[in-house]
């Protein structure tokens, strides 16, 4: 009984989506306490930098940064880019997260996506050694995706999830708890962002920063371009370098976007071609499965199952699916023990 209490004393089970656009953190019998962006903003002070801001604060420094002050996206292509920047930020979300309290030391589940080479991996192992945990345990982004998607990954009939992330897009299929094939492409929604970046400038005589795109994004982007949508879009005129408004279309921007999300499609139908036949039938039943935040792009599904052949269906909140999978294996141990054998 002593020993059950120190136990439950000097422990907290904490599971983190650490995803290129979003970080999100759960922690056992707590719920959700932390999701905002994965951005920090560090300022020049000597030869040392110090904090600014992260996650809601510092992605609306963005682009506005003064001197002496740069604002990071640590991740990129759903993969660690700058540990060091990547470590700070995390220790400062386990500061406001109270993830180190008195005697307790986090057991941490982290997302990753399943694709990603050792060198990698291991970077997503030294980037949570900040929390000074004594169990950490990296979860394929996918197969928490599936869980998160009200899944049953324990059957041997196979399930295709399509995990659209900001930077990184896998397609898998999943049978008796485990993978059976993936395809993956470092092509998402930040894709999409830079090609309409490029496309206000080269066509519109536009400079837009990401951070505008990015919240012009779900009212723009429709991938069948059928209707007639239009937003007003502020930036800096290329020639006078003054302030301009533009009305743009989602039938202007179809073209644009056309590139990566025709990569994402290739890459399902590699995956359903490569697709061992006796799982085939499965996923004609079944259909496949859209998680991830670029998931929600006006008509993907729809293109995506005229382009395939397969239904196509949206996971319920799918940009929260991989946090919600992780976090249901925190309170239900038995799911790793699943996917983990």
């Known amino acids: 009984m002593i020993r059950k209490f120190f136990r439950n004393l000097s422990s907290i089970d904490v599971a983190i989506d650490l995803g290129t656009s979003h970080t999100s953190v759960y922690i056992r019998g707590e719920g959700l306490v932390y999701k905002e962006p994965s951005v920090i903003s560090l300022r020049d002070i000597g030869y040392k930098k110090s904090i600014l801001a992260i996650g809601n604060e510092a992605f609306q420094i963005m682009g506005k940064e003064p001197q002496g002050v740069e604002t990071i996206k640590p991740l990129q292509g759903g993969v660690i880019d700058q540990l060091e920047a990547t470590k700070a930020m995390l220790n400062?979300?386990?500061?406001?997260?109270?993830?180190?309290?008195?005697?307790?030391?986090?057991?941490?589940?982290?997302?990753?996506?399943?694709?990603?080479?050792d060198v990698e991996r291991r970077a997503v192992i030294d980037a949570t050694s900040?929390?000074?945990?004594?169990?950490?345990?990296?979860?394929?982004?996918?197969?928490?995706?599936?869980?998160?998607?009200?899944?049953?990954?324990?059957?041997?009939?196979?399930?295709?999830?399509?995990?659209?992330?900001?930077?990184?897009?896998e397609a898998v299929v999943i049978s008796l708890g485990g993978i059976v094939h993936s395809e993956s492409i470092r092509i998402g929604g930040d894709a999409i962002t830079e090609s309409?970046?490029?496309y206000f400038r080269n066509h519109c005589n536009l400079i837009v920063g990401e951070r505008t795109v990015e919240e012009l994004k779900p009212g723009l982007c429709d991938v069948y371009g059928q209707f007639e949508q239009s937003v007003t879009v502020k930036g800096i005129d290329v020639h006078s370098y003054l302030p301009q408004t533009r009305q743009i279309s989602s039938r202007q921007v179809k073209d644009a976007i056309l590139g990566p999300v025709s990569a994402i499609i290739r890459t399902v139908r590699q995956m359903l071609e490569n697709?061992?036949?006796?799982?085939?039938?499965?996923?004609?039943?079944?259909?496949?499965?859209?998680?991830?935040?670029?998931a929600l792009l006006q008509n993907l599904a729809s293109l995506m199952e005229a382009s395939c052949g397969v239904p196509v269906k949206i996971a319920k909140?799918?940009?929260?699916?991989?946090?919600?999978?992780?976090?249901r294996m925190l309170e239900e141990m038995e799911v790793i023990r699943m996917v983990s054998a």
């Open 275 to 294: 697709t061992p036949p006796v799982l085939s039938g499965d996923l004609i039943d079944r259909g496949i499965i859209l998680t991830g935040g670029s």
């Open 317 to 327: 909140d799918s940009a929260g699916a991989t946090l919600r999978g992780t976090s």
């Open 196 to 198: 309409l970046v490029h």
């Open 130 to 169: 900040i929390l000074e945990s004594p169990s950490v345990t990296i979860v394929e982004e996918p197969l928490a995706a599936a869980i998160g998607a009200d899944l049953d990954i324990s059957e041997s009939i196979a399930n295709m999830v399509v995990d659209i992330g900001s930077g990184i897009t």
């Open 92 to 117: 400062e979300i386990a500061k406001r997260t109270r993830i180190h309290r008195f005697l307790k030391r986090p057991r941490v589940l982290i997302g990753a996506p399943y694709s990603i080479s």
